[in-house]
């Protein structure tokens, strides 16, 4: 445990937002023909989207090595990035989606997202109510909070964004536990210890209705984070689950109030065509909440995957509470019974 990190992802929000050169790759008229020509390649195979690796997916030398570089800034640097200029407008549901899972599968392997095994997810408004504990809050319209989701690495394609809102937030964990660590060093080392988050229904065989598991994970010198403030707050509905103390309760507001100090966290507006990759074990990524278009074939609408990366970091026991197991490109998403692994094109 080290009482302060300093790291290529220990950057504050106000310097990403004026150097947007750091983090934006624009994507050229070669690559972009590129991986339109790899997605027609494979969609006449006629195989289905959830068989998509990377050696079906095949691209040139120099492309493939930017998306290594990308990979190795995801795990070693500052933990995300943005590819810009897919022209999803010009593509169908089936190309867009296959040219998105393809980057992904040159960057690590998609891991199920929810009960009903989906590899590739669809971040939009169901009308699911942001109340109920059973709820996963990116279908709904609600702000999401500052969180990290179950997967070394988190995705999205902007098909198309909202009538007003729904950007996204970034902060760095390990600028988190800086500030909380200075200010208030008995407050960042209780969330060093085990906290319940609640599983949201998706329980997997044998397992409780909530996992057991520190915010701030101290393991082989580095820091991981893992959060979501109101799945922590809805575990508490299980009697068996670890009590909040005022003290708790206490080290979870700072932390939130530290998440959403516009002095250490940034916003970006996805607009369609973008794709966002950001790693979980270093940073947090929030939603604001959106008022969506009337006409149903404009509503905000993303696709995400969920990846498990090659060569990343070692995670401690704790993480197999969430994440299944802890081997290193085979890890997280979401296992339960009788799941089937699916890449559905639209929201089912």
Known sequence: MQARLETPATWLGPDMAANPNRWTWVLSDDEIATLRQAAENFLTTGRDLAKLRADNFDLPAPLCNKLLDLRNTLINGQGFSLLRGLPVADLTRAEAATIFYGIGAHLGHARSQNARGHLLGHVTDLGADPNDPNTRIYQTHARQSFHTDSADVVGLLCLRDAKDGGDSL?????????????????????????????????????????????????????????????????????????????????????????????????????????????????????????????????????????????????????????????????????????ERLIAPLSPV
């Open 170 to 338: 970034l902060v760095s964990a390990e600028v988190i536990w800086n500030a909380m660590y200075e200010a208030r060093p008995e407050l960042a080392l209780l969330l060093c210890d085990e906290i319940s988050t609640d599983r949201r229904g998706e329980v997997p065989e044998g397992a409780e209705p909530f996992f057991n598991i520190p915010v701030f994970n101290w393991f082989a010198g580095k820091l991981s984070g893992i959060y979501q403030r109101q799945y922590i707050d809805s575990a508490q509905r299980f009697p068996d689950a670890v009590r909040l103390t005022a003290r708790h309760v206490e080290a979870l507001d700072l932390f939130d109030t530290l998440a959403n100090d516009p002095a250490l966290n940034f916003r970006m507006r996805l607009s369609p065509g973008d794709m966002q990759f950001v790693y979980n074990h270093a940073l947090l990524h929030d939603r604001t909440g959106f008022t969506d278009h009337a006409d149903p074939d404009m509503r905000r609408h993303l696709l995400r995957l969920w990846l498990a990366i090659p060569g990343d970091r070692a995670l401690p026991p704790a993480f197999a509470a969430r994440y299944g197991r802890i081997e290193v490109g085979n890890r997280g998403g979401v296992d339960v019974p009788g």
